[in-house]
């Protein structure tokens, strides 16, 4: 059964700097073939997508808002997906999640909050 989970998330000072991680499991292939992105939802806020990492490498255009503090990179080997976010800001507080597409399905993870505080 196809399995996302994401780790990493927490508490975080403006300024600082977290990497989440999104780990897929029982996917036939592994997710070398599989396009994966991180979603971001905030309370009262639509579902803001952040980044993208297709079988052929990182989409380039990041949303204005992550864009130059936000990259994300994948581990094949580890079937595992990151988020490095570095100079958090308040409004970067969010539930994080990650989902792949597979053919014609999408599968998601539960979600990981992430909050910038000080």
């Known amino acids: 059964q196809e399995q996302l989970v994401e780790s990493g998330g927490g508490l975080a000072q403006p300024g600082g700097s977290l990497r989440l991680s999104c780990t897929a499991s029982g996917f036939t292939g592994g997710i070398s073939v599989l396009t994966m992105s991180w979603y971001r939802q905030a309370p009262g806020l639509k579902r803001e997508l952040v980044a993208t990492?297709?079988?052929?490498?990182?989409?380039?255009n990041y949303p204005r808002s992550v864009q130059g503090r936000f990259t994300i990179s994948r581990d094949n080997a580890n079937t595992t997906v990151y988020l490095q976010m570095n100079n958090l800001k308040p409004e970067d507080t969010a539930v994080y999640c990650c989902d792949a597409i597979q053919d014609a399905s999408t599968y998601w993870g539960q979600g990981i909050q992430v909050t910038v505080s000080s």
């Open positions: 990492h297709t079988k052929f490498g990182p989409a380039v």
